[in-house]
């Protein structure tokens, strides 16, 4: 099965440290997605990929957050200097085509910031 | 400002009845409509799609209606069996190809 996978798939912190979580995508898939998930709401989308350009970011994507996609394969999501706020699930998925609209998501990475 | 509004938190249904659950939506842009099911510790799996063209798409036990005059889409699924029991996100496609997601409806199906 290859599938989306992320790692790690869960991540504890302290608050005021680095985190980088790993995407990698559906090896033909040319788009993907970061999204963020809180309890008890829907995925929160914060930026895409097509390819390894980074094409659109949300406004929730602070200036502690970057993501890279350098090849256009792998995609990796830091978050600078963690916030409790930051506490959350972390969602990649991917896509084909430029208009694709059934994306295929990863399991995602739990961070929790203590 | 949420685009995309699932009202119904929760939703109990006996195995082998129908299941439905609803979803409204504010932008009359949006061009897509997904729904996606969630299973404990996965990420969302894609269920079925309906485009803003069309007022009905089945696939086996699911179908969805759209009814773009009152901004409403639903999701049938009949009969509900106990593998049914998950998680349900209404998603909708925005004019940037980007998905706005409801908060989810969790199903439970009673045996």
């Known amino acids: 099965d290859t599938g989306v996978s992320q790692n790690p798939r869960h991540k504890i912190t302290k608050r005021g440290q680095n985190v980088t979580f790993r995407c990698d995508p559906i090896?033909?898939?040319?788009?993907l997605y970061w999204y963020r998930q809180t309890l008890g709401q829907g995925p929160e989308f914060l930026t895409y990929?097509?390819?390894?350009?980074?094409?659109?970011k949300s406004r929730l994507l602070s200036d502690r957050f970057s993501a890279e996609r350098p090849k256009g394969s792998f995609s990796t999501l830091e978050i600078q200097r963690t916030e409790q706020g930051d506490s959350a699930m972390y969602l990649c998925?991917?896509?084909?085509?430029?208009?694709?609209?059934?994306?295929?998501f990863g399991p995602g990475t739990r961070l929790t910031v203590t | 400002d949420q685009q995309v509004k699932q009202n119904s938190p929760s939703l109990s249904v006996q195995e082998g009845r129908i299941s439905i659950l609803n979803c409204d939506y504010t932008n009359s842009m949006f061009d897509y409509f997904l729904w996606y099911k969630k299973y404990p510790a996965e990420g969302p799996t894609f269920l079925i799609s309906i485009s803003s063209i069309k007022d009905k798409n089945e696939d086996g036990r699911f179908t969805v209606f759209l009814n773009k005059s009152a901004k409403h889409l639903s999701l049938h699924i009949v009969p509900s069996q106990p593998g049914d029991s998950a998680v349900y996100f209404c998603?909708?496609?925005?004019?940037?190809?980007?998905?706005?997601w409801g908060a989810g409806t969790k199903l439970i199906i009673k045996p």
């Open positions: 990929f097509q390819n390894e350009a980074q094409l659109e």
């Open positions: 998603a909708a496609r925005d004019s940037n190809y980007q998905l706005i």
């Open positions: 090896s033909e898939h040319n788009r």
């Open positions: 998925a991917s896509s084909s085509g430029p208009v694709s609209y059934e994306q295929y």
